[in-house]
C-alpha cells in the first residue's frame, strides 16, 4: 500500500492498483504514513483528519474527539515493544500495545506528550527508534529522546546544539545517526551533534535531506538536489 497527496490509497495487487479513498471510509484522502500493528491492523496517518485503523473490512478513525492530540498526523511508528507513536502538530500522541484479545490497559487511549513535557517543539516530523531501544522524535526545532517508559530523557534544540530544522529523516550509520533536516544533513557521535557538508561547493546552501537509508555499501541520502 502508499499513500498519497489527496489521492488517498492506492494498494497493488500484483496484478492491478486500487484505489481508497473518503468515500471508501478514509478520514482524509491525504496520507503521510502507514503502519502495521502486531495485531495486523493497519494505520494510515493523515493531514486534517487523523487516523484510520483499518481491520479488515472494519474501519474505525480517531481523532481530536478520540483522544488524538491532533487531527494532522505527520509521523508514525511501532516501537519494540509494540506500542504505536504517532507525531502531530501538536505533540505525540502514544497507544500502548493491546493484548490479542484486544483489552487495553490504558485509559484514555492516547498518552499525549507536548512541549510541556519537554519535546523540542509541539510539530513532530519524524519517529525513529534505535538499536539500544531509544526513540527519537524529529521535530522542527530539533530531536527530543524518550526512553521505554515514554520519558523524556535528552532534548536537543536548534536554539541549542543541533544544528538543523524540519528533521526529514534519521538513521544509524557507522556506529553514528544520521539526520536528514531542511538544513542539511546532521550527525551524532554520541556526544555531540555537527553539520556534515555534501557539496563541493562550501558557499553553496545545503540541500534538504529527505530520506535515509544505510546499506552495506554506504548511506544513500536523498536530498532536493539529487
Not at 483499518?54 to 515493544?81: C, H, P, Y
Not at 515514554?150 to 546544539?161: A, L, N, P
Not at 528533521?167 to 551524532?188: M, N, P, S
Request: net charge negative; charged share 20%.
Amino acid at each position: 500500500r502508499s499513500g498519497s497527496d489527496g489521492k488517498g490509497l492506492h494498494m497493488f495487487t500484483g496484478e492491478a492498483f486500487v484505489n481508497y479513498s473518503q468515500k471508501d471510509g478514509l478520514s482524509s484522502d491525504f496520507v503521510m504514513n502507514i503502519l502495521q500493528d502486531h495485531k495486523r491492523n493497519l494505520w494510515f496517518s493523515t493531514y486534517g483528519g487523523g487516523l484510520t485503523k483499518l481491520n479488515g473490512a472494519e474501519k474505525t478513525i480517531f481523532q481530536f474527539d478520540q483522544g488524538l492530540s491532533n487531527n494532522t498526523v505527520w509521523s508514525s511508528l511501532k516501537d519494540q515493544s509494540g506500542n504505536l507513536w504517532f507525531g502531530t502538530s501538536y505533540g505525540l500522541s502514544i497507544r500502548k500495545k493491546c493484548k490479542i484479545d484486544g483489552t487495553c490497559t490504558q485509559e484514555p487511549d492516547f498518552i499525549i506528550m507536548t512541549t510541556d513535557h519537554g519535546l523540542t517543539s509541539n510539530k513532530i516530523t519524524f519517529l525513529y527508534e534505535s538499536k539500544e531501544g531509544l526513540i527519537w522524535a524529529g521535530t522542527s526545532k530539533g530531536v527530543t529522546v524518550f526512553n521505554n517508559r515514554f520519558e523524556v530523557i535528552q532534548t536537543h534544540s536548534s536554539q541549542d546544539d543541533f544544528p538543523g530544522v524540519n528533521v526529514r529523516a534519521i538513521a544509524e550509520y557507522d556506529d553514528h545517526l544520521w539526520f536528514g533536516t531542511q538544513t542539511g544533513l546532521v550527525k551524532y557521535d554520541g556526544s555531540s551533534f555537527s553539520s556534515v557538508n555534501m557539496l563541493q561547493n562550501e558557499m553553496e546552501e545545503a540541500p534538504t535531506t529527505y530520506s535515509l537509508l544505510p546499506t552495506s555499501n554506504g548511506l544513500w541520502i536523498g536530498t532536493n538536489s539529487g
